[in-house]
């Protein structure tokens, strides 16, 4: 099977400064990559959670400060780039209700303006960053990629009209996308939006109830790392190139389950209440994902290495430590 081989290129990964960027950021240089770092310009100059990483790393990173909706500094940041992973986008579903034009602006613009550069630079590989969301509620389980798509928040919608431009461009215009599709992720310098984060920051807070929305949904969770292995071993497979491919373990659990196995770990005493303010409307609810992971390791070899509860330890750890607990408001619903 032939494979782009990453080591030395120069890549470009646009959402460097947040959860899974930050993550890929590190496994790519590990990996041997040349990395450009694409952050959100800010006024404090902050990267984000590239600022976290050791001192003699952050030194030495290749960041470009820009925005992803303005087409003139990615067609830049993409300047001299083998590969771009572009990750760059507004994710919270909640926030998508309160503020859907952002999302179209951010998710729909950021991704055409991505591909209109990689068209332009004939860029070698470009991954773009799909989501399970846009299945919606599982029609059928487990969900592999012939699955139909389902816009259940405007979140998902705006996912679901950046893949098929990612799709155009490649039937149109033969660049060489591959659409990756992690099921929900988690893991160290996750954002408090995200359930196991609101669990485990509560917990080791002292609450003694555990403010959470629905507890029914089930969710096919990913260790971060095993993620970012995903997209690396999709970048260099050539036959992903104009395929959509889901990075997910082919298991799931409830968001009850869950926090439960995290009451008993962390705070037993610890009572779970539902808040209204946390539930989405009815139809927008996703109520299960579970991934079929059988094409990415038919074309990769892609396993996770991470079950739940191993995955879990090494988040609870690194929450434990002050100076990334106290990055976040437990006492607040962060939408």
């Known amino acids: 099977m032939k494979k782009l081989n990453l080591a030395g290129k120069k890549v470009l990964v646009t959402g460097a400064d947040g959860f899974i960027g930050s993550h890929l950021v590190e496994a790519l240089l590990a990996y041997g990559c040349d990395v450009r770092s694409f952050v959100y310009y800010n006024s404090f100059n902050s990267w984000g959670w590239l600022d976290s990483l050791p001192v003699?790393?952050?030194?030495?990173?290749?960041?470009?400060?820009?925005?992803?909706?303005?087409?003139?500094?990615?067609?830049?940041?993409?300047?001299?780039?083998?590969?771009?992973?572009?990750?760059?986008?507004?994710?919270?579903?909640?926030?998508?209700?309160?503020?859907?034009d952002s999302y179209v602006d951010t998710n729909i613009k950021g991704t055409l303006n991505v591909l209109q550069a990689a068209k332009k630079l004939n860029v070698e590989r470009v991954l773009i960053t799909s989501t399970s969301e846009v299945y919606g509620t599982a029609q059928y389980a487990p969900i592999d990629?012939?699955?139909?798509?389902?816009?259940q928040s405007p979140y998902s919608a705006t996912k679901i009209g950046a893949d098929r431009l990612a799709e155009s461009f490649y039937r149109s215009f033969q660049t060489p996308v591959t659409i990756v599709r992690p099921f929900n992720t988690y893991g160290p310098r996750q954002s408090a939006r995200a359930v196991i984060p609101t669990i485990i920051t509560q917990l080791l807070l002292g609450a003694t109830e555990l403010k959470l929305g629905s507890l029914k949904p089930t969710r096919d969770f990913n260790y971060v790392k095993d993620t970012a292995q995903g997209f690396i071993a999709l970048a260099g497979c050539d036959s992903a190139v104009g395929k959509e491919v889901n990075i997910a373990t082919n298991s799931e659990i409830s968001v009850g389950d869950i926090a439960q196995v995290l009451i008993d770990e962390l705070n037993p005493s610890a009572k779970i209440v539902t808040e209204d303010?946390?539930?989405?409307?009815?139809?927008?609810?996703?109520?299960?994902?579970?991934?079929?992971?059988?094409?990415i390791t038919s074309l990769t070899g892609w396993a996770p290495e991470y079950d739940i509860r191993r995955g879990l330890q090494d988040t609870i750890q690194w929450f434990k430590e002050p100076e990334n607990l106290n990055r976040y408001k437990a006492w607040l619903y962060n939408i």
């Open 277 to 295: 303010d946390r539930l989405r409307p009815d139809a927008s609810e996703v109520f299960r994902l579970i991934g079929d992971n059988s094409l």
């Open 56 to 100: 003699d790393v952050v030194k030495g990173l290749d960041v470009f400060a820009g925005d992803i909706r303005d087409p003139h500094g990615v067609e830049l940041a993409m300047q001299g780039c083998d590969v771009v992973f572009h990750l760059a986008a507004l994710i919270a579903i909640p926030f998508s209700y309160h503020s859907p």
């Open 145 to 151: 990629e012939k699955h139909p798509f389902q816009g």
